[in-house]
């Protein structure tokens, strides 16, 4: 077994909705990212790619490049998968905490779990997405961005 760790930060600036889990989120900001600013899958990726040292997603799908410009972060997940299967692993289960004053994600965890177990060609029982604030303390408690932890633990496919 691989345990990796990742961490993502993405600040708001104007728009109307937010990317979270392959989620669109409506709300009075959008991520200021290269990409589609899906903080949640930035981090998932890095704790993917860093249980088995293959770099972080900074390496693989570089902000300079741009052919990355506002792509959708999901490609980003299933090409992370198709390289930790390459190397003879499945994911075991995620474990994600996002941080954020607002907007509430409740309602939208369910949908999260799903988008997510299915880019990873997982069990949705395998998926944990929790949501919590910073009681408005710091940047994210003062509403200028979202931070979102990522816990992985991947399992040999060759293993009985």
Avoid: W
Avoid at 12 to 41: Q, R, T, W
Avoid at 108 to 127: F, N, T
Avoid at 131 to 159: C, K, N, P, S
């Amino acid at each position: 077994m691989r345990i990796g760790h990742g961490f993502d930060v993405h600040a708001f600036e104007a728009g109307n909705y937010l990317m979270l889990c392959g989620v669109k989120i409506p709300h009075c900001y959008s991520f200021k990212a290269h990409s589609d600013g899906d903080v949640a899958i930035h981090a998932l990726c890095d704790a993917l790619l860093g249980a088995l040292a293959l770099g972080d997603i900074g390496q693989l799908f570089s902000d300079q490049d741009q052919q990355y410009k506002d792509m959708d972060s999901r490609l980003f997940l299933r090409e992370v998968v198709q390289r930790i299967e390459a190397e003879g692993y499945r994911v075991g289960n995620v474990d994600l905490t996002i941080v954020a004053q607002a907007p509430k994600l409740a309602d939208h965890i369910l949908s999260m779990r799903k988008l997510l177990s299915e880019d990873m060609r997982s069990d949705i029982r395998q998926v944990s997405v929790k949501a919590t604030t910073t009681e408005r303390l710091g940047f994210i408690g003062q509403e200028q961005g979202v931070a979102v932890h990522a816990v992985v633990l991947l399992e040999r496919t060759d293993v009985n």
